[in-house]
T-cell receptor, first 117, second 116 residues
Framework: DTEVTQTPKHLVMGMTNKKSLKCEQH?????MYWYKQKAKKPPELMFVYSYEKLSINESVPSRFSPECPNSSLLNLHLHALQPEDSALYLCASSQDYGTGGLGEKLFFGSGTQLSVL | AQTVTQSQPEMSVQEAETVTLSCTYDTSENNYYLFWYKQPPSRQMILVIRQEAYKQQNATENRFSVNFQKAAKSFSLKISDSQLGDTAMYFCAFMRITGGGNKLTFGTGTQLKVEL
């Protein structure tokens, strides 16, 4: 199984709603990532979890709250979003070899297309 | 901070022909990895090829190969025998090895269209 599964595929929410994005992988990877991608732009890193601990937060606003309940699951909780937060949210996973020198291949999910009204 | 530059926003190629996509990067690191990812209209990011900076030999994966010039900080992708299914946005990406989940920085992308 080399898949990263993201749900839902599409989400429309109002600015006062609370919603969550879910990501799951069963490849035994110990690093998981959230990326945000606006149309015709490259993905931008938001968060990285390594061994279920948050290791990188790219100064993301607090209305985005990540959670890693176990090594296979990654959530992104959304609250009080703005219309400019509308984007494709990509989850990815990889092995985490530390500084041992093996550059991990990131495996991406197909994303959640989020629209904030 | 690392930067990745793709100077060709759009390219087109005839089916069965060869095309080369350019990428340059800027870093002070000596140990790093470079990647090419493709993103077709389905928007799933798919790994095309990976290059280790410590290896002089250029990586190849079937019809895809790279020309890695470390001193020039250049990392181009050559697609041979182009197929319609190669139509996609192609992103060059740089990975610095830090542990704790490694940060992947993408270039701005090249939209490749393969035509009949």
């Amino acid at each position: 199984d080399t898949e990263v599964t993201q749900t839902p595929k599409h989400l429309v929410m109002g600015m006062t709603n609370k919603k969550s994005l879910k990501c799951e992988q069963h490849m035994g990877h110990r690093a998981m990532y959230w990326y945000k991608q606006k149309a015709k732009k490259p993905p931008e890193l938001m968060f990285v979890y390594s061994y279920e601990k948050l290791s990188i937060n790219e100064s993301v606003p607090s209305r985005f709250s990540p959670e890693c309940p176990n090594s296979s699951l990654l959530n992104l909780h959304l609250h009080a979003l703005q219309p400019e937060d509308s984007a494709l949210y990509l989850c990815a996973s990889s092995q985490d070899y530390g500084t041992g020198g093996l550059g991990e291949k990131l495996f991406f999910g197909s994303g959640t297309q989020l629209s904030v009204l | 901070a690392q930067t990745v530059t793709q100077s060709q926003p759009e390219m087109s190629v005839q089916e069965a022909e060869t095309v080369t996509l350019s990428c340059t990067y800027d870093t002070s690191e000596n140990n790093y990895y470079l990647f090419w990812y493709k993103q077709p209209p389905s928007r799933q990011m798919i790994l095309v090829i990976r290059q280790e900076a410590y290896k002089q030999q250029n990586a190849t994966e079937n019809r895809f190969s790279v020309n890695f010039q470390k001193a020039a900080k250049s990392f181009s992708l050559k697609i041979s025998d182009s197929q319609l299914g190669d139509t996609a946005m192609y992103f060059c990406a740089f990975m610095r090895i830090t542990g704790g989940g490694n940060k992947l920085t993408f270039g701005t992308g090249t939209q490749l269209k393969v035509e009949l």
